[in-house]
Structure formats: C-alpha cells, structure tokens
C-alpha cells in the first residue's frame, strides 16, 4: 500500500494550509489515518488521527482548535486543515495506516514519504 503526502510549503505564520494523504484502492478501509510530524532534530510526534469507518477524530493537545483532520471516502484521502500556523508547526509531516486511533506510533505502518510544512515569522 503506498500512501501519498502532498501539501506542505513555505508560508508565513498565522496562515493556513491543507495537507492531503492518498491511499491506493481501499487501503484505508476499517482503519485509522494518522498524520505525525518531525521536526528537524527532533523526535516524530503524533498530530492527528481519524478513524476511516465513522470519522472519529483525535488531536494532540497541541494541535486543538487549529488543526482539523477530515477524509473523503470516495477519493481515499485524508486531509489535514491546519490553520493558525505557527513557526513552531514547521516539521515534515507523514500520514499513516493506524490498527486503531491511537497517537501511539507503534500502531501506525505504510508510512508515507512526508510533506515538509515551513512556518515563517
């Protein structure tokens, strides 16, 4: 399964951007969808995630009231709206096919290769 970030860029700081995360076939189906970001030097850090069937979402505190996961079933994607960008939102951001709807990392496989978000001052 190949999973397909796209999105990312430069922008300033308190703009917005949407990520996309493609799936081939149906390859979301009965799963989660995570989106991780990894900041230079730093360690991956869970964002978001929603569950395919239902569309339950969840945040990291971090992201709450300014990040929205969503997804389209029809186009196997996922999308993640972030808005309010801050310079420290600047990281490369990965989606994932989760077993469960979970920040935990472990869970999550078919990584993508990641879109790289730059928040200015």
């Known amino acids: 399964v190949q999973l397909q970030a796209s999105g990312g860029g430069l922008v300033q700081g308190g703009t917005s951007l949407r990520l996309s995360c493609v799936a081939s076939?149906?390859?979301?189906?009965?799963?989660?969808v995570g989106w991780f970001r990894q900041a230079p030097g730093k360690e991956r850090e869970f964002a978001a995630a929603i569950s395919w069937i239902g569309g339950t979402a969840y945040y990291a505190d971090y992201v709450k009231g300014r990040f929205t996961i969503s997804r389209d079933n029809a186009k196997n994607t996922v999308y993640l709206q972030m808005n309010s960008l801050k310079p420290e939102d600047t990281a490369v951001y990965y989606c994932?096919?989760?077993?469960?709807?979970?920040?935990?990392?472990?869970?999550?496989?078919?990584w993508g290769q990641g879109t790289e978000v730059t928040v200015s001052s």
């Open positions: 994932a096919k989760g077993s469960a709807l979970s920040s935990n990392s472990n869970f999550y496989s078919n």
């Open positions: 076939g149906r390859a979301f189906n009965g799963y989660a």
